[in-house]
């Protein structure tokens, strides 16, 4: 299973940002996808799901209204939108495939003036 993925950057507080990752090496229409992030100092979390039928969840509910996770079966990739950037959404992200137990090598997103 192989994860890459892309799309982060250098941000300014309240901008946007998508990251993508695209996947291979199993049936992807058939598996849930994640998304971490894990910021300097603290431990990797999990924050964003969507089951192979494209039901997405977004914890904690504060955050359901700035990160959108999608899925395009289509062309194996998994998104993730975020919007109104805030500083301490600095972190490396990460995609993973809970039922492989994979994870993408990370991308940094930095958001800061």
């Known amino acids: 299973v192989q994860l890459v993925e892309s799309g982060g950057g250098l941000v300014q507080p309240g901008g946007s940002l998508r990251l993508s990752c695209q996947i291979s090496?199993?049936?992807?229409?058939?598996?849930?996808l994640s998304w971490a992030r894990q910021a300097p100092g603290k431990e990797r979390e999990l924050f964003a799901e969507?089951?192979?039928?494209?039901?997405?969840?977004i914890f904690p509910d504060s955050e359901k209204g700035r990160f959108t996770i999608s899925r395009d079966n289509a062309k194996n990739t998994v998104y993730l939108q975020m919007n109104r950037l805030k500083p301490e959404d600095t972190a490396v992200y990460f995609c993973?495939?809970?039922?492989?137990?994979?994870w993408g090598q990370g991308i940094q997103v930095t958001v800061s003036t």
């Open positions: 969507i089951t192979s039928t494209g039901r997405s969840t």
């Open positions: 090496g199993f049936t992807f229409n058939d598996y849930d």
């Open positions: 993973f495939v809970p039922a492989y137990a994979s």
